[in-house]
């Protein structure tokens, strides 16, 4: 050969020769891939070998990496796509929706009513067996949706429970409700003062606390209540994780991690219990016991599928919960019926500011909670006060929810490229609640993914499990087509494409954590994390995505979690809907079957 043609050729055939090395273990083929890839958006075929990616092309081309032990894959029209990153979820819930009453409405749970909540509670005592003096704790109830459009009251909880502590927490995970036993074993009475930031309700014309707590008041009893502990948690983890992979979640978040459920989950690492990644955000309170007092910084890799990710900072509460922060007020006043009600920062401007100083000048990811435009306004401002002569600099900052963003605040979050995880279930789930809370114009421009894309932008989009079920096809579904509970469309202007909101759980939840080089789409040289859905969502009408199941998660190339034959349950698994198999639900939350009864679920 010519030395000039063998000079050319060599890289050529140096770059081929590692993929042709040895056959693929694995060959999938027979139906439609998405591979959310603009250079290749289809295929026919995928290799694998070694839990990586080696060939995606046609059939013809991906077959000649087969071998004898070569497993082929039929997938029998159904459809192939990424495996799913999680935009901002809290991986530690699973062990709440183990060991704690579902007081959730329809069609996330069975309450319709005060009296419902209590029977949720009284049966989760019965099943635990919860003696005298032990937490009965419940999860989930929003009063929006009972009946008497009121949580139960303290006296109530009084009456059902003379001998046990109980507490029930808001669908918001940022308040709750207080039994007089309850307030009592965390010393609040009449004496005690709300907190800045915080909300403890008081029984009308007195000082005496009414049970209802949210926010910095809530936040001493949420970090201290009682459940499962040690070999117990562990196991509850380990079992609930197939709910995230029945969801098709290849890569899951833990989204405000206390320094004792860090020590849990690297226990759960360390002893190879692991079946996905998973992402911890210490809270920022955390961070000197996490990293023991020295700046706090990511971890560039997984240990046995376990890393530290950033740090989470909260800047105010929940819309749902009146507790976020705005300009303007709530037209529908405060969660304890406060009047000209604005919500409040959950931490002072000043101690913002120092905490993103802290973050950025030890190099992590700061993914910061902030759902009113109020807060997203110090939000902004505690960033130009820490980066600096630089604002433009790319740090990698999300913004977790950034729901009610105003369209000046998106532009700044372009230009300073902070990246916002919206959280479109909200329409579906909330909607008609925000349209009461804050008015049409507000409401309908929540979660502008449309707008956001136009500016450049990429957001993520996430379930924020328990606040909402694991059910990434809906949260497709809800990114494209925007209808709330009572089929009110929230801005039909921020809809975006099949396509958009499927790279919102894919590729672009992979660019939040910097790791789009091995994950979020599928190409040659990416980790084979993949999902196997029973349709194509870019291809069925858009009203029917909801309908779509995961049929198949694939972590590395290994099948994690395959529906078994003849269950047509939603994507995010196994349901509690009460009622009967004809209730229409769309998903309620759901519950490893073992230990849990499967009734219906998302039409």
């Known amino acids: 050969m010519h030395r000039l043609t063998l000079a050319i050729a060599l890289p050529a055939l140096l770059a081929v020769a590692p993929v042709l090395a040895a056959p693929a273990e694995?060959?999938?083929?027979?139906?439609?891939?998405?591979?959310?890839?603009?250079?290749?958006?289809?295929?026919?075929?995928?290799?694998?070998?070694?839990?990586?990616?080696?060939?995606?092309?046609?059939?013809?081309?991906?077959?000649?990496?087969?071998?004898?032990?070569?497993?082929?894959?039929?997938?029998?029209?159904?459809?192939?796509?990424?495996?799913?990153?999680?935009?901002?979820?809290?991986?530690?819930s699973l062990i709440d929706v183990q060991s704690?009453?579902?007081?959730?409405?329809?069609?996330?749970?069975?309450?319709?009513?005060?009296?419902?909540?209590?029977?949720?509670?009284?049966?989760?005592?019965?099943?635990?067996?919860?003696?005298?003096?032990?937490?009965?704790?419940?999860?989930g109830y929003d009063p929006e949706l009972l009946a008497e459009k009121r949580p139960p009251s303290r006296q109530e909880l009084d009456k059902a429970f003379p001998d046990n502590p109980v507490i029930i927490v808001h669908v918001s995970g940022h308040g709750g409700m207080l039994n007089s036993k309850a307030l009592a074993a965390y010393g609040i009475t009449a004496a005690t003062p709300t907190p800045p930031g915080g909300v403890i309700g008081r029984e009308p014309g007195s000082n005496e606390p009414s049970g209802l707590l949210f926010e910095t008041a809530f936040l001493p009893i949420f970090a201290k209540t009682p459940g499962p502990e040690g070999d117990e948690a562990l196991d509850l983890l380990a079992a609930g994780q197939d709910l995230y992979l029945r969801a098709g979640i290849t890569t899951a978040q833990e989204g405000a991690t206390m320094k004792p459920q860090l020590d849990l989950l690297r226990a759960l690492a360390d002893r190879g219990r692991l079946k996905l990644d998973v992402v911890a955000l210490p809270f920022i309170t955390e961070i000197d016991a996490v990293f023991a007092?020295?700046?706090?910084?990511?971890?560039?890799?997984?240990?046995?599928?376990?890393?530290?990710?950033?740090?989470?900072?909260?800047?105010?509460g929940s819309p749902q919960g009146r507790t976020a922060c705005?300009?303007?007020?709530?037209?529908?006043?405060?969660?304890?019926?406060?009047?000209?009600?604005?919500?409040?920062?959950?931490?002072?401007?000043?101690?913002?500011?120092?905490?993103?100083?802290?973050?950025?000048?030890?190099?992590?990811?700061?993914?910061?909670?902030?759902?009113?435009?109020?807060?997203?306004?110090?939000?902004?401002?505690?960033?130009?006060?820490?980066?600096?002569?630089d604002p433009t600099k790319p740090r990698g900052t999300v913004g977790v929810h950034s729901q009610f963003i105003r369209r000046d605040q998106l532009e700044k979050y372009a230009a300073?490229?902070?990246?916002?995880?919206?959280?479109?279930?909200?329409?579906?789930?909330?909607?008609?609640?925000?349209?009461?809370?804050?008015?049409?114009?507000?409401?309908?421009?929540?979660?502008?993914?449309?707008?956001?894309?136009?500016?450049?932008?990429?957001?993520?989009?996430?379930?924020?499990?328990?606040?909402?079920?694991?059910?990434?096809?809906?949260?497709?579904?809800?990114?494209?087509?925007?209808?709330?509970?009572?089929?009110?469309?929230?801005?039909?202007?921020?809809?975006?494409?099949?396509?958009?909101?499927?790279?919102?759980?894919?590729?672009d939840g992979a660019r939040m954590y910097g790791e789009e080089a091995r994950k979020g789409s599928i190409e040659a040289g990416k980790l084979a994390d993949l999902v196997v859905l029973s349709a194509n969502p870019l291809t069925v009408p858009p009203a029917e995505i909801e309908k779509i199941r995961v049929q198949e998660t694939i972590k590395e190339g290994k099948t994690v979690w395959q529906r078994p034959a003849g269950d047509q349950a939603a994507g995010g698994g196994e349901s509690l809907g009460f009622g009967g198999e004809d209730t229409p639900t769309r998903l309620a939350f759901p519950r490893p079957p073992a230990r849990f009864p499967v009734a219906h679920d998302r039409p």
């Open 326 to 389: 705005f300009t303007q007020p709530y037209l529908t006043g405060g969660p304890d019926g406060q009047k000209d009600w604005r919500g409040e920062l959950t931490f002072p401007q000043a101690t913002l500011n120092d905490w993103f100083a802290k973050v950025y000048a030890g190099g992590a990811t700061l993914f910061i909670h902030c759902n009113g435009d109020a807060a997203i306004d110090a939000v902004l401002a505690a960033h130009r006060a820490a980066a600096g002569d």
């Open 416 to 507: 300073w490229k902070i990246t916002p995880s919206f959280f479109t279930l909200h329409c579906f789930y909330f909607g008609d609640t925000h349209l009461a809370n804050r008015g049409a114009a507000q409401a309908d421009f929540i979660s502008p993914m449309k707008s956001a894309r136009g500016l450049g932008l990429r957001p993520a989009n996430h379930t924020d499990f328990n606040v909402s079920p694991l059910d990434q096809i809906f949260t497709i579904h809800t990114a494209v087509n925007r209808v709330s509970r009572s089929g009110r469309t929230m801005g039909a202007a921020e809809r975006v494409t099949p396509l958009e909101a499927l790279e919102a759980i894919t590729i």
């Open 100 to 139: 704690q009453a579902l007081c959730a409405s329809p069609p996330m749970g069975p309450c319709n009513s005060v009296a419902d909540v209590i029977a949720a509670l009284e049966a989760e005592k019965q099943r635990r067996q919860l003696g005298p003096g032990k937490f009965v704790m419940g999860y």
């Open 293 to 316: 007092g020295q700046p706090p910084r990511n971890e560039p890799e997984y240990r046995n599928r376990l890393r530290i990710g950033g740090v989470k900072i909260v800047a105010d």
């Open 26 to 92: 694995r060959i999938i083929r027979g139906g439609p891939i998405v591979t959310v890839n603009p250079a290749q958006p289809a295929a026919e075929a995928v290799a694998i070998a070694g839990g990586k990616i080696v060939a995606v092309g046609t059939a013809a081309d991906v077959m000649q990496h087969a071998g004898p032990a070569t497993v082929v894959t039929d997938l029998a029209g159904k459809t192939l796509v990424p495996g799913f990153v999680d935009g901002h979820s809290h991986f530690m």
